[in-house]
């Protein structure tokens, strides 16, 4: 009977040391949870994600350059390539958004400056990141009588310079800087206008191309 009583408190002794041992090994592996790495990860994507916002703006293509050759859907869905004008002058103009202020304004100048550009021989084009159906919508509501080019990705915008950093009421952000490119016969860059006063720019351009 002894020994059996020995036994019998062995196994409890055991039991208490192994139910005791238990809770000590959960202690152990509760800080294991690397709460402080999460952190670190999610500031790094957010550091990346402002600096692909605020990137830098391209260079403007310069006067006395080759103007860059590109393709771009138009006001009524075909294509049109620059090179193709290539024995014409091409007065190309960027300009933020359709059917606004000073965007209407400037189209509604080169429309009414139709017979003088004419004399020239200049094809006018319109380029701003809206769509084909935008754009048609825009030349019917002001009767425009040129090309709209639909840049939608603005990678032409950046080709020529044109997709700049820009602030407004102290709010920085990329977009359309109002500019003129004025293409001689040849395809080179014969004059720009990089700070673009729309009341006034088709006397500009009519000026610039009567330089050729």
């Not at 202690?27 to 790094?44: E, G, L, Q, S």
């Not at 990137?55 to 393709?71: I, K, L, M, N, R």
């Not at 000073?102 to 094809?123: M, P, S």
Request: contains cysteine; positive net charge; hydrophobic residues 40%.
């Amino acid at each position: 009977m002894a020994r059996q009583v020995k036994k019998v408190v062995s196994k409890k002794i055991v039991l208490k040391k192994t139910a005791a041992g238990k809770p000590a090994a959960k202690a152990v592996r509760k800080p294991a949870v690397k709460k402080p790495a999460v952190k670190n990860v999610t500031k790094t994507v957010v550091k990346k994600a402002v600096k692909v916002k605020a990137g830098a703006a391209s260079d403007w293509v310069e006067e006395g350059s080759q103007a860059p050759d590109f393709t771009l859907p138009t006001h009524d869905g075909t294509k049109l390539k620059l090179s193709s004008l290539k024995g014409t002058p091409v007065v190309l103009y960027f300009y933020p958004k359709d059917d606004t202020p000073g965007c209407t304004r400037e189209a509604c100048g080169f429309r009414d400056a139709k017979a003088k550009l004419a004399k020239h021989k200049a094809v006018v084009l319109g380029i701003s990141p809206d769509s084909p159906k935008s754009h048609e919508q825009f030349r019917k509501k002001y009767k425009l009588s040129f090309t709209l080019l639909a840049d939608e990705g603005h990678a032409v915008a950046e080709q020529f310079g044109a997709w700049r950093e820009k602030n407004m009421y102290g709010k920085k952000s990329m977009g359309i800087a109002r500019s003129t490119f004025i293409i001689d016969a040849a395809g080179k860059v014969a004059k720009v206008f990089k700070a673009v006063n729309v009341d006034e720019h088709d006397e500009q351009v009519l000026e610039a191309l009567a330089a050729l």
